[in-house]
């Protein structure tokens, strides 16, 4: 079946830089992405979401791109800190309408070196 | 404001037994979800509730797996009989509705030996 995934399982990241995280989707039904953040011992933490009629939308220190044309979407964290240190999942909202099914992808680790 | 709330937090059961984890979602949330998250991989949607009715359980193993939410708030999640292969986080989750964002509580790790 269609699955979200992810390019690169971990990525290190030397304090103060810039992270960009990669996610490949194939289902182009899919109109809802959501990005998480989760640490160990404890559950995802919704860090921030994109409808598929946007192409960027940026929160707090992190930008998600949207690429609908190659099924790729992207999480863009700036000044990286150590508290950034974590998994990060896309998940994909297959039927939104029927009631907000979420499918996430494998996940990639992050490292912040000091 | 509460998160979602998970018990126990931690559970080793030998394969054949049974066990049960008990979820208390965000006051007010609506729907409540049950993930599986096997170690190195995302969580997978094991049964998802509205108040409570069973809105999406395709993925659940029925033939040891049930959940319920009676009274439309708190939900347990049973394994009976338990296998090796069912070691894993189980997540729990609530959003105010279907369309909502939904947020996760801290998930009991299940070791099956």
């Known amino acids: 079946g269609e699955s979200v995934g992810l390019h690169l399982p971990t990525l290190s990241v030397q304090e103060g830089d810039n992270s960009i995280i990669n996610c490949a989707y194939s289902?182009?039904?899919?109109?809802?992405f959501i990005w998480y953040k989760q640490e160990s011992g404890k559950g995802p933490q919704f860090i921030i979401d994109?409808?598929?009629?946007?192409d960027k939308r940026q929160g707090q220190r992190v930008t998600v791109l949207l690429n609908k044309t190659v099924k790729h979407l992207s999480l863009q964290i700036a000044a990286t800190q150590p508290g950034d240190s974590a998994v990060y999942f896309c998940?994909?909202?297959?039927?939104?309408?029927?009631?907000?099914?979420?499918?996430f992808g494998g996940g990639t680790r992050v490292l912040v070196k000091p | 404001e509460a998160g979602v709330a998970q018990s126990p937090r931690y559970k080793i059961i030998e394969k054949r037994q049974s066990v049960a984890f008990w979820c208390n979602p965000i006051?007010?949330?609506?729907?409540l979800y049950w993930y599986q998250q096997i170690l190195g991989q995302g969580p997978k949607l094991l049964i998802q509730?509205?108040?409570?009715?069973?809105?999406?359980d395709s993925q659940l193993p029925k033939d040891r797996f049930s959940a319920e939410r009676l009274k439309g708030v708190d939900s347990t999640l049973k394994i009976q009989p338990a296998k090796l292969e069912d070691s894993a986080v189980y997540l729990c989750?609530?959003?105010?509705?279907?369309?909502?964002?939904?947020?996760f509580g801290p998930g009991t790790r299940l070791t099956v030996l």
């Open positions: 989750a609530s959003s105010i509705g279907p369309g909502d964002t939904q947020y």
């Open positions: 289902n182009s039904a899919s109109d809802y």
């Open positions: 994109i409808r598929s009629n946007m």
């Open positions: 998940a994909e909202n297959m039927d939104r309408a029927a009631g907000n099914k979420l499918t």
């Open positions: 006051s007010g949330h609506a729907t």
């Open positions: 509730f509205q108040n409570n009715g069973v809105v999406d």
